[in-house]
């Protein structure tokens, strides 16, 4: 069970490394891509949650929801690249198992997905603090956990619709059209129980 153990991390820490220098290639672009989001999240919060097209509420949890987004394009950059490269089919058939290379990947994007996604958090707080927005409620310590788990959701079907549909064009809007709507759907269920939760109380 231990070697066992063993070889499951070095197989995941080993994809982690891969993944993160081929981030370093492409480091200018992704900081860019990360950058709307925490933007228009400040924006958001100035105006306490009205600037969009759906309620504040929404307007809100969606700020932490593209960044997620934008996380998974990781996983699909990646997974475009190596087909690309015909590196794909070569770490598929390699000794890595195939659950360890998702893992990884997978990982790798909510890793980085989160560190934007904290300081959205803390920032969206403090404004929103400061002009005693009712809606801060929404801010809580389990955003901590929805958020990291909502990413790893949609990276994960990223990765699978990828992987499977051989088309980048159709793998592409099927893959991204799923994350999202995976993604709302967990937000959402999110603040309809915070809200019943508030009403009770």
């Not at 994809?15 to 958001?44: A, D, G, N």
């Not at 070569?90 to 980085?112: D, E, P, Q, T, Y």
């Amino acid at each position: 069970m231990k070697v066992l153990n063993k070889g499951v991390f070095f197989e995941i820490s080993s994809i982690l490394k891969k993944e993160w220098y081929e981030l370093k290639h492409t480091s200018i672009k992704f900081l860019i891509v990360m950058i709307l989001p925490f933007v228009s999240s400040i924006f958001v919060a100035i105006k306490n949650g009205t600037s969009g097209v759906l309620n504040p509420e929404l307007n809100i949890l969606c700020s932490f929801l593209f960044s997620g987004f934008f996380a998974t394009i990781l996983i699909k950059d990646s997974i475009t690249r190596e087909k690309k490269e015909t590196t794909l089919p070569m770490l598929l058939l390699s000794n890595f198992h195939c659950r360890n290379i998702i893992v990884g990947k997978v990982l790798f994007a909510v890793l980085v997905g989160t560190v934007f996604q904290i300081f959205q958090i803390l920032t969206m707080f403090t404004i929103m603090h400061q002009m005693n927005n009712p809606l801060l409620y929404l801010i809580s310590i389990e955003v901590f956990i929805i958020l990291p788990l909502t990413t790893f959701l949609m990276g994960s079907v990223v990765l699978l619709i990828s992987t499977i549909l051989q088309d980048e064009k159709i793998s592409d809007f099927v893959s991204m059209l799923l994350s999202l709507f995976i993604g709302s759907a967990a937000l959402s269920t999110y603040l309809y129980s915070n809200a019943i939760v508030i009403t009770s109380i």
